[in-house]
């Protein structure tokens, strides 16, 4: 909703500029003490409870100055005015370029700390490997002892019933060999 106010004349029915400048007396204004060109109170004026209209002469509670941006990041702005505009535009381009240096070396900082952390992280998994392939070794190894004990067993047992199946087999000759003699006889 815009508010339009004539200063000069106030007709405009139920807009009250007290409204604007609450617990002012305005009434004892006269229409050289307002800037006509913007409708702004004049800041010269011996009145403290006046709005004051220029940026540069507010004055900013700390709370707001706290989490402006500008304060964050360390930017001032300057008053750009006649031949000292270019010397507050180069001290800005400098405080920025500052800026992104230290930004820049932060962020560096912080690349090399995660590469030093990754690099530990994999000689730490390197290492946890180089055991978890050394203990598999160890099974292998105790397994392949294990197997060979096993199948040296299971030769001899071999060996055993080969023994046992040759006796067997003499037996059995034997017993032929007597029956086809007591046959011939």
Known sequence: MAFQWDIFQNNQGDSNPEFLFYGLDISSLEPSDVNADNLLIDPALEHPDL???????????????????????????????????????????SEFRKLIEEQESRWEKKFQALEQESRSEMRALEQEIRSEIQALRQRVD??????????????????AYIKKLRAWATEAKLCVDKAVELQTD
């Open 51 to 93: 709005m004051k209209t220029r940026l540069s002469v507010w004055d900013i509670p700390e709370k707001e100055q706290a989490s402006s941006s500008r304060q964050e990041t360390g930017l001032e702005i300057k008053a750009l005015h006649g031949s000292s505009s270019e010397q507050a535009l180069d001290d800005l381009r």
């Open 142 to 159: 105790k397994i392949k002892v294990e197997f060979e004990s096993e199948l040296v067993k299971f030769c001899t047992e071999i060996d």
